[in-house]
């Protein structure tokens, strides 16, 4: 599909949940036609964004503005046409386990599409042979390793060739190898795709150096870096270093043992029943 590369730009964001707000007046912009990875500690902000990303939860203030278009402003009905245009890899590829693979894959045409049943399964077909699975398309997702069904899950979201692409920790519950292979995968796609807007929510270091054009660090709600992995690593900041080199700024010592003595004497008096 040629189309022009959406940007994201991101003002002035409030959001979170219920009372409690995790994003802060947060402000970055996501390149149009990039990887963005998305870095941070847990709890700083990261699926919160997400979520606001895919319209999952709406901003109590601040603009999303996707190619140009205030996703905030817009009606459920107008979000949802939005919304077809993106494509979603989840963390378990969520996938659906009575399916097969290719029908899984063609689900987003099966519901947008009046297309005939042999084009739907063609399309899936050219599809999985994207990420190497065209020899599995009849195999169901219990078959497969779990690395198997996360590739499945990135031809399912790339089948409609959406102009985004959001990706939730697509290296998770990998080996190394296996994390590997899916980095040059999202590679390998964006070279198909070049105008795909790619955002990449991670806790994997490696995973940024490989993949990452353009690099997001969140800490505490706000945009404590947004530049590129160069100026990340060379960056000086403290919680920049701390996060690249694994640092803590204080050891945690307990203060007591976590059972008393008459604790232990009971587990002792279990153990040896």
């Given at each position: 599909m040629n189309q022009q590369a959406w940007d994201i730009t991101l003002e002035h964001l409030d959001g979170g949940y219920d009372d409690h707000l995790v994003l802060k007046d947060f402000?970055?912009?996501?390149?149009?036609?990039?990887?963005?990875?998305?870095?941070?500690?847990?709890?700083c902000g990261k699926t919160t964004l997400l979520r606001l990303l895919l319209g999952l939860n709406r901003p109590s203030a601040g603009r999303i503005l996707m190619g140009g278009r205030d996703i905030c402003r817009m009606?459920?009905?107008?979000?949802?046409?939005?919304?077809?245009?993106?494509?979603?890899?989840?963390?378990?590829?969520?996938?659906?386990?009575?399916?097969t693979l290719a029908e899984n894959v063609?689900?987003?045409?099966?519901?947008?599409?009046?297309?005939?049943?042999?084009?739907?399964?063609?399309a899936a077909l050219?599809?999985?042979?994207?990420?190497?699975?065209?020899?599995?398309?009849?195999y169901y997702?219990?078959?497969?390793?779990?690395?198997?069904?996360?590739?499945?899950?990135?031809?399912r979201a790339i089948v409609t060739e959406p102009p985004v692409l959001f990706c939730d920790e697509p290296t998770s519950g990998l080996d190394p190898i296996t994390a590997a292979q899916m980095d040059q995968l999202l590679l390998d796609m964006k070279a198909c795709?070049?105008?795909?807007?790619?955002?990449?929510?991670?806790?994997?270091?490696?995973?940024?150096?490989?993949?990452?054009?353009?690099?997001?660090?969140?800490?505490?709600?706000?945009a404590a870096f947004s530049g590129t992995k160069e100026q990340l690593h060379a960056s000086q900041n403290p919680y920049l270093r701390r996060f690249l080199?694994?640092?803590?700024?204080?050891?945690?010592?307990m203060a007591a043992p976590p059972l008393d003595s008459s604790v232990r004497q009971a587990l002792a008096e279990w153990l040896d029943d």
């Open positions: 402000s970055a912009t996501i390149p149009a036609g990039a990887i963005t990875t998305i870095l941070g500690e847990s709890g009606s459920d009905t107008q979000f949802h046409k939005m919304r077809r245009r993106f494509g979603v890899l989840f963390q378990d590829g969520a996938l659906i386990s009575s399916l063609a689900l987003p045409l099966v519901e947008h599409t009046g297309l005939p049943r042999k084009t739907l399964r063609d050219r599809t999985l042979e994207l990420v190497g699975l065209d020899k599995f398309a009849d997702p219990g078959e497969l390793s779990g690395g198997m069904r996360k590739r499945a899950g990135l031809a795709y070049p105008s795909m807007t790619t955002v990449v929510v991670t806790h994997d270091l490696g995973s940024m150096d490989h993949i990452a054009e353009h690099v997001l660090v969140l800490q505490n709600g706000k080199d694994r640092k803590f700024e204080d050891s945690r010592r």
